[in-house]
């Protein structure tokens, strides 16, 4: 293809992730462009089949939908974690080294003794005077291998030190990676590896699982009204207030924007209802204030999802069901909780969007 051929067709596929963007409703972020220009491309059908499994289910593609999308299908998040294990097999291989060496070591000082013993024994004797320079040849020799086993064994020792300041330093680089940078929760990368954990796991053992997904309602208002400053520090508020109604086992994480979502290992549906009420009664219960004037900013309210794990889930099936029950607390009027699916979400669709056949449809055509 020439270059004039070459530039139209990206052009029409630029027009055409545009498109997408505006049709779905997708805030167009620089993730978002490249998950739907992949989609206009045709170059995965596996993400055109999890983004159509979206619009059929929400006629749209919110930003949290983009962005768990995004890092299911192009985010990496395994360079750390191959370099950790990389310095812990190095370091192992050191400390396996030395410990040969140390073996060989002692060997050797035990073996240039015994030449040294034996070199004093035919010194005394007149009748071996012939050997005495060859086993004095011997004992020097040796005497140089031990010094450079020590040398060695020194050396190993310091890189040693080195591997386990690389492995300390990549422990602290992936934990700051595994961080929400503005509350220090765990973030949505961390977030998809632990829910997948937490299945499988409730998967094997028949024990109970409950997720739970908190929003915060009418929070662009909110920003739009007091600013963006006001609306971190209205994140910061609600992420101490997860934490603070927790347990130790369960995982609170920012999913994305104003959404948080909390993973409930050995918690029953109904114990995780009760944490909800608990959680939507705390953020509820204080009125905010702008420190720097004193300014109230009134109360701020949550509505929450919260499912059980069911036999037969994946993560994302669990986590649909748990984002179809915050539809309905939000349909039933927000600073609610529901744990019924809400299986009847139009009021939430963009009037005219395709159906679900058209846009398969849609997401199938690729620019010739």
């Known amino acids: 293809m020439d270059e004039k051929l070459q530039y139209k067709a990206a052009l029409a596929l630029a027009k055409r992730t545009l498109e997408f963007v505006g049709d779905y409703r997708t805030p167009p972020t620089p993730h978002a462009y490249e998950l739907f220009y992949t989609v206009a491309a045709g170059l995965n059908p596996e993400l055109n089949e999890a983004v159509a499994g979206v619009i ?3 006629c749209r593609v919110s930003a949290t939908d983009a962005e768990r999308l995004y890092q299911v299908f192009f985010a990496d998040d395994t360079t750390n974690t191959k ?4 310095g812990k097999k190095l370091n192992a291989e050191v400390a396996q080294t030395l410990h040969m060496l140390g073996f060989a070591a002692e060997s050797t000082k035990s073996y240039g003794d015994s030449l040294g013993k034996a070199e004093r024994e035919l010194e005394s004797d007149p009748q071996s005077s012939a050997a005495g320079p060859v086993l004095k040849s011997l004992v020097a020799a040796t005497q140089q291998m031990m010094e450079t086993n020590t040398a060695l064994s020194v050396n190993l020792r310091a890189s ?18 595994s961080k929400d940078a503005l509350t220090g929760l765990t973030n949505r990368k961390r977030f998809d590896i632990l829910l997948g954990d937490a299945v499988q796991e409730a998967a094997n053992s028949g024990r109970p699982l409950s997720l739970m997904i908190a929003d915060i309602d009418d929070f662009k208002q909110f920003n739009d009204t007091f600013g963006h400053l006001a609306g971190d520090a209205a994140l910061k508020y609600i992420a101490s207030c997860l934490t603070s109604c927790v347990k130790g086992q369960d995982e609170v994480a920012r999913y994305g924007g104003e959404e948080f979502v909390l993973i409930l290992p050995d918690t029953p549906v109904a114990g995780a209802v009760q944490l909800a009420e608990q959680i939507r009664k705390s953020v509820n219960n204080r009125e905010l204030v702008k420190k720097s004037s004193g300014r109230s900013l009134g109360k701020i309210s949550v509505s929450v999802g919260v499912t059980g794990y069911e036999q037969g889930d994946c993560p994302e099936s669990f986590l649909h069901r748990a984002d179809m029950c915050l539809y309905a607390a939000k349909q039933a009027g927000r600073n609610a909780v529901s744990q019924i699916p809400l299986e009847d979400h139009s009021d939430f669709a ?9 846009v ?6 690729a620019v010739a």
């Open 83 to 86: 370099i950790e294990e990389i």
């Open 360 to 365: 398969d449809a849609v997401l199938e055509t």
């Open 350 to 358: 963009r009037e005219g969007v395709a159906s679900a056949g058209a």
């Open 56 to 58: 059929a289910d929400k």
């Open 160 to 177: 040693q030190a080195q591997v386990s300041d690389l492995e300390k330093c990549l422990r602290i680089v992936r934990e700051e990676t």
